[in-house]
């Protein structure tokens, strides 16, 4: 157990429909980044949030969104679902920087 | 932009052999580099890093050296074993980002 929580591990949903995902830290982390895995494109840096706020923004659809809550879980929502959004969905987290990233174990979206 | 190149996979190779896995990267300034690896149905573990140049990181039997003379991180091990079956992936922070770049990723299959 990394002591990164993502919920669900699997989710298979249909074209056109709404998700969410969502991501506990490890404790202490105030920083968490998602990721998607594809088979086409490998693993993209999809945005960064420290302590309730964007820091960063990476190669995400305007259909993806993502918050940081108080008490620091995450949540990436995911709308107008197509096919090709079908991929793993990781959620990393790190105290203050980059350096000590720990990654969840995933979520696997499917979308039929 | 920032990239990362892997060699590409899949490799295979017999229990007791020498292994390699290229890795180069491009980048501005003085990136820190990181090796991660993925077991079957997990998420990224990291397996060993380097700051700065010719830092040599080193985690269960596997090295990298920073050479940013030839922009290179390649992994080795000097005897694989079976349970070092996995999804191996190179991957960069450049200093001041928070993101990690990483490699299309090389699977390994060690065989008894």
Redesign the interface.
């Not at chain 2, 990291?46 to 090295?63: C, Q, V």
């Given at each position: 157990d990394s002591g990164v929580t993502q919920t669900p591990k699997h989710l298979i949903t249909a074209t056109g429909q709404r998700v969410t995902l969502r991501c506990s830290p490890r404790s202490g982390d105030l920083s968490v980044y998602w990721y998607q895995q594809s088979l086409d494109q490998g693993l993209q840096f999809l945005i960064h949030y420290y302590n309730g706020e964007e820091r960063a923004k990476g190669n995400i659809l305007e259909r993806f969104s993502a918050q940081q809550f108080p008490d620091l879980h995450s949540e990436l929502n995911l709308s107008s679902l197509e096919l090709g959004d079908s991929a793993l969905y990781f959620c990393a987290s790190s105290v203050v920087d980059g350096y000590g990233y720990t990654f969840g174990s995933g979520t696997r979206l499917t979308v039929v | 932009g920032n990239s990362v190149t892997q060699m590409e996979g899949p490799v295979t190779l017999s229990e007791e052999a020498f292994l390699t896995i290229n890795c180069t990267y491009t980048a501005t300034g003085y990136p820190?580099l990181f090796w991660?690896v993925q077991y079957p149905?997990?998420?990224?573990?990291?397996l060993l890093?380097a700051?700065k140049a010719d830092d040599k990181g080193s985690n269960k039997g596997f090295e990298a050296t920073y050479r940013k003379e030839t922009t290179s991180f390649h992994l080795e091990k000097g005897s694989v074993q079976v349970s070092d079956s996995a999804v191996y992936?190179c991957a960069l922070?450049s200093a001041g980002?928070?993101?990690?770049?990483?490699?299309?990723?090389t699977r390994l299959t060690i065989n008894p």
């Amino acid at each position: 157990d990394s002591g990164v929580t993502q919920t669900p591990k699997h989710l298979i949903t249909a074209t056109g429909q709404r998700v969410t995902l969502r991501c506990s830290p490890r404790s202490g982390d105030l920083s968490v980044y998602w990721y998607q895995q594809s088979l086409d494109q490998g693993l993209q840096f999809l945005i960064h949030y420290y302590n309730g706020e964007e820091r960063a923004k990476g190669n995400i659809l305007e259909r993806f969104s993502a918050q940081q809550f108080p008490d620091l879980h995450s949540e990436l929502n995911l709308s107008s679902l197509e096919l090709g959004d079908s991929a793993l969905y990781f959620c990393a987290s790190s105290v203050v920087d980059g350096y000590g990233y720990t990654f969840g174990s995933g979520t696997r979206l499917t979308v039929v | 932009g920032n990239s990362v190149t892997q060699m590409e996979g899949p490799v295979t190779l017999s229990e007791e052999a020498f292994l390699t896995i290229n890795c180069t990267y491009t980048a501005t300034g003085y990136p820190s580099l990181f090796w991660y690896v993925q077991y079957p149905g997990e998420g990224l573990q990291l397996l060993l890093k380097a700051t700065k140049a010719d830092d040599k990181g080193s985690n269960k039997g596997f090295e990298a050296t920073y050479r940013k003379e030839t922009t290179s991180f390649h992994l080795e091990k000097g005897s694989v074993q079976v349970s070092d079956s996995a999804v191996y992936f190179c991957a960069l922070r450049s200093a001041g980002a928070q993101k990690l770049v990483f490699g299309q990723g090389t699977r390994l299959t060690i065989n008894p």
